[in-house]
């Protein structure tokens, strides 16, 4: 693929954009920045202006917007900045724009990346809520507006590298997905101590370097419930068909069994530009910078089967999955409202999946019609899941 790719970095401060910037400077002559965005942070995204010369930079609040748009003025940069959830839709959906790379983290990230699937982007996508909250919404506009999706998630592009090329085939040869888990910091920890963990100590991912946010979901494991949910509606297969499973040493990074008994997995380093990399260059490789394996020092490999009463949150994937349409966007805003309560040290660690559970235990959905019934669905959660945060902080 010899042609320019131009490429919307939506989240590009972020642990996944930063990364996707990376490999992309890697390559010059295949891509260029045509749009990077942020929500708060305008000295990173004024160095990324200054690096990576993007023709428009866009901020979720307008005196964010303001301040980097003076600050580039003063540089006499040549990028101009917009704002609001608008700006994040009009970037992705831009006609010059070929890639959209999808990593705004949470349900805030759904709007762009339905834009950039309606408008037949080759769309990367590294937020699992848009698969969470929009499910079959999102799939139907992915289809409708003849996008290309790649999953950039370590476990979903694992996946995707190990199923047949044509995808007309998966439901007659794949007998099950199966995902890999690290286990997270709290792996071998006394489920009966959790609830005096600190906000750090769960962010010390023994093997990958990530946002605070997803950090916590791997600490509960409710990332691997929402990349249950993903899976599902990404590849098409039944719930009942996928597994998770912990591999702690995080090299084999997802697996596809199939009919006949034999599995396929991807391996690699924990690196997030080695996905990133392979939906950049789709469907050829190009270098992603990332380290090589080297088997003479791996050692053993080795697994095990998630604990549920350490991590009771994973059980909630199928159970949202059997409820009505909408229910797995419940389950994704009230763990939005429940990590953020307890990074903010107002809610204890083991009573996260607490009030994941009661928010969706309470609250019935009507089948959404539309992105605005889906954001109805995500307030209602979320304003159920702060009260219940007030209940079981008590």
Known sequence: MSL??????????GSVGSNTLDVMSRHPERFQAFALTA?????????????????????????HAAELRSRLRELALPVEVLSGPQALCEVSAAPEVQTVMAAIVGAAGLAPALAAARAGK????????????????????????????????????????????????????????????SGGPFRSRDPATLGDVTPDQACAHPNWVMGRKISVDSATMMNKALEVIEA????????????????PQSVIHSMVQYHDRSVVAQLGTA?????????????ERMASGAAALDFSTIGALTFEA?????????????????????????????????VAAFLAQGLRFDRIHAVNHATLSALLPSKPQSLNDLLAIDGEARALARELVLRFAA
């Open 4 to 13: 320019l790719q131009r490429v919307t970095v939506l989240g590009s401060t």
């Open 39 to 63: 929500a708060t942070q305008v000295d990173a995204l004024l160095a990324q202006c200054q690096r990576f010369l993007p023709r428009y930079a866009v901020m979720v609040s307008e005196p």
């Open 122 to 181: 080759k769309l990367l996508l590294a937020n699992k809520e848009s698969l969470v909250v929009g499910g079959d919404l999102f799939m139907d506009a992915v289809r409708q507006g003849g996008a290309t999706l790649l999953p950039i998630d370590s476990e979903h592009s694992a996946i995707f590298q190990s199923l047949p090329a044509d995808s007309s085939t998966w439901s007659r040869q794949v007998e099950k997905i199966v995902l890999t888990a």
């Open 232 to 247: 599902h509606y990404l590849f098409a297969v039944a719930p009942a068909q996928i597994e998770v499973v912990i591999h």
């Open 271 to 283: 690196d997030m530009r080695v996905p990133i990399a392979y939906g950049l260059s789709w469907p």
């Open 306 to 338: 998630p604990d549920p009463g350490r991590f009771p949150g994973l059980g909630l994937a199928w159970e949202a999955l059997a409820g009505p349409s909408g229910t797995t966007a419940v389950l994704n805003a009230a763990n939005e409202v429940a």
